[in-house]
């Protein structure tokens, strides 16, 4: 059987435009973005006499940078502010509820692969617990360091995203499973 050129430059040209439309698809934009996220976020600590273990619902509300220097690569600088909601554990022998919060600043960078990602972030977290045992009330703040993964889906400039952070809050850990979405302008 002979292939004739001409069924050769109409299938390169159908992988030509696929290709390109492809890359539209995937709206691999650069530039500012908005989204925010709601998930999960699991507080754990564990002392000799002390231990928490509690979850809550938490959002986030997030803004960044995507500079678009490299083609299917995103490296962009994300701040947040993140709500983790409430968690309860035993603290000196009583029932304590902790509301904890955090500015965050991040180096996102990413993979684009179509218009499926993956990402991968790491910064530091101003973080704010408030807390309420019995009678007595406290807050505790710092700065610790911030990572996560995650996957995102994304058409034109619209994004779907999943994603996986760690908080370190001094001694303890706080794990936040978020689902969102994002914009770029």
Do not use: C
Request: aromatic letters at 14%; a negative charge; glycine letters at 12%.
């Amino acid at each position: 059987m002979k292939i004739k050129t001409s069924h050769i430059s109409a299938f390169t040209a159908t992988l030509l435009a696929a290709a390109l439309s492809q890359s539209a698809l995937a709206g691999s934009d650069s530039g500012f973005y908005l989204g925010g996220s709601v998930g999960s976020a699991q507080l754990n600590f564990d002392s000799f006499d002390d231990y928490i273990d509690d979850s809550d619902t938490g959002y986030k509300f997030f803004a960044g940078y995507n500079f678009g220097l490299l083609p299917m690569v995103d490296i962009a600088l994300e701040g947040s502010y993140v709500d983790f909601g409430s968690q309860y554990g035993e603290l000196l022998n009583d029932t304590t509820r902790f509301s904890n919060t955090a500015a965050q600043l991040h180096l996102v960078g990413g993979l684009d692969l179509g218009p499926v990602g993956l990402f991968a972030k790491a910064g530091v977290s101003d973080w704010e617990t408030k807390f309420t045992n019995g009678d007595y009330r406290g807050k505790a703040t710092g700065s610790d360091p911030a990572y996560g993964i995650g996957a995102k889906f994304q058409v034109a400039s619209f994004q779907l995203r999943a994603e996986y952070e760690r908080v370190k809050l001094d001694d303890a850990d706080m794990d936040f499973y978020s689902i969102g979405a994002a914009y770029t302008f």
